[in-house]
């Protein structure tokens, strides 16, 4: 995880927030090859939801919601996590983390585990962030920023159900940021207080939920091995009875080996008829679909994938991220290389431009070919320092294809293309270089990246 921590701020993907002012904990911002990698993963997240089918419509909702969204949906009462402090070190736990957390004086040790510990009796801690909408705070409305972006969805079953003439089964889905006061966030980006999330809520008739359910378990890990995802590193787990959600009558997660051992990488959740029962209850509106063709009037049941934007970007690029020694450019001589193996289609930038030389009309030719190619990729121009290093920043960043201008470039209009995987070279002419690239990117890819 602290290369891959070093990667990214070396690299300008993800650095910590507020850097200047000492950081705020647990909070980050993307740098451009961050906001471009994240954007591929919600890009696929949609075209695999939007484009590849037809009964997905798109929401976006507000992040403040009515007050009495978070009452009807349990989070005003029950969306708490355990907390105890430790009156020793000061520090602050989850109760139910204390087995895979750090002692605050002793790391080696858990909290409690030392003579020295003095923990609290667990206490519940809501996790949702407070605010005031109007001027005034004393005589303002309480809100809340929403912690999940479920609810979003699930208020506009209405309108959805009337703009979208669709029946069930149909889905909303939406990407969009979410917050949780988490007690210990940390990991990097996997567990953070502000987050983006890319759920979708699937309602379906009752007597095909169980079927939806395993229909969706299937599809969410194949989008993740589609997306390069080594299967190996993959695996549902099904929540025991003592772990389901109050509204859950089966929740199996999407786990990814990560550094930090098995994780959660998405969940999804068999959530009944809950949430819209608790809605129409709360709302007083009827939020039920009347089949015309059989007379039946029934509250659709609920299946929710829900994945997280940022854990999912850190799962690509644990994934991705490889050493190997190779040979350095025309000396023989061995040299360790670091390599983001992103599937093409998440690599931040697809081709790099790189003029051999700056001069003998190679910056003109290779501007040319920039300009051919930016408007179906994202390509960069690169013109800075040896060839060798430029090679290095972009395996670093992931570009899976770099291409060179040479002297023999300026005489037959062709180019080398590296492949950053293989490291082979082969000379592509420049006329059609932008439909051939478009089609390297979107060819079925499987990393060489070694278990
Ligand atoms: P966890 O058990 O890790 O706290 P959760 O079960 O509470 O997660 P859900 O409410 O199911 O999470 O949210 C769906 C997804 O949103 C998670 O699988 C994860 O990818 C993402 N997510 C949830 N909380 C965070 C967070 N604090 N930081 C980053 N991503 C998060």
């Not at 159900?161 to 909303?172: A, I, N, V």
């Not at 589609?226 to 959600?245: Q, V």
């Not at 920039?370 to 121009?381: D, G, K, T």
Request: one cysteine or more; a negative charge; aromatic letters at 10%.
């Amino acid at each position: 995880m602290e290369k891959i921590v070093a990667l990214c701020k070396r690299r300008g993907f993800i650095f910590p927030s507020s850097e200047i002012y000492g950081g705020v904990g647990s909070t980050y911002d993307y740098g451009h090859y961050g906001v471009l990698l994240k954007s591929n993963v919600k890009n696929e997240w949609w075209r695999a939801m939007l484009q590849e089918r037809d009964d997905i419509v798109a929401i976006d909702s507000a992040i403040l919601q009515h007050p009495r969204v978070w009452e009807a949906s349990g989070h005003l009462a029950g969306f708490t996590d355990p907390l105890v402090d430790c009156k020793t070190c000061g520090q602050r736990f989850r109760a139910d983390h204390l087995a895979d957390l750090p002692c605050g004086r002793k790391p080696s040790k858990h909290p409690g585990e030392t003579d020295e510990c003095d923990l609290t009796e667990a206490r519940d801690f809501n996790l949702m962030f407070e605010t005031t909408i109007g001027p005034v705070k004393e005589s303002g409305a309480t809100a809340y920023l929403r912690p999940e972006t479920a609810q979003g969805i699930f208020i506009n079953f209405k309108n959805v159900l009337q703009f979208s003439r669709k029946q069930p089964p149909f889905e909303s889905a939406q990407v969009s940021k979410s917050f949780r006061n988490e007690i210990t966030p940390g990991n990097f980006i996997f567990r953070t207080r502000e987050f983006e999330q890319m759920e979708m809520e699937f309602f379906v008739p009752p007597a095909e939920a169980q079927k939806w359910f395993e229909h969706w378990l299937a599809e969410r890990e194949r989008w993740y091995v589609e997306l390069g995802i080594r299967p190996e590193m993959l695996r549902l787990r099904a929540h025991d009875a003592d772990e389901l959600s109050h509204y859950s009558s089966g929740t199996s997660d999407v786990e990814y080996l990560f550094p930090i051992g098995w994780s959660e990488l998405e969940g999804i959740a068999n959530r009944g008829n809950f949430d819209l029962t608790q809605h129409a209850q709360f709302s007083g509106q009827k939020l039920e679909y009347f089949d015309q063709a059989s007379g039946e009037r029934y509250v659709p049941h609920v299946i929710e994938p829900a994945a997280g934007a940022d854990r999912a970007t850190l799962a690509f690029l644990v994934d991705a991220y490889d050493e190997e020694v190779v040979e350095r450019e025309g000396t023989g001589s061995g040299e360790m290389r670091t390599v983001l193996r992103l599937h093409p289609r998440l690599a931040p930038v697809k081709a790099a431009i790189l003029p051999l030389v700056n001069k003998d009309g190679q910056p003109e030719l290779a501007r040319e070919v920039h300009e051919a190619l930016r408007a179906s990729v994202q390509s960069e121009y690169d013109d800075g320092g040896a060839i060798g290093k430029r090679y290095r920043r972009h395996d670093e960043i992931g570009t899976p294809f770099c291409l060179t201008i040479d002297h023999q470039s300026t005489e037959d209009r062709t180019v080398t293309l590296r492949d950053r995987d293989s490291l082979e070279q082969e000379r592509l002419p420049i006329e059609g270089l932008a439909e051939e690239i478009v089609r390297r990117v979107h060819a079925p890819w499987k990393t060489p990246k070694q278990l």
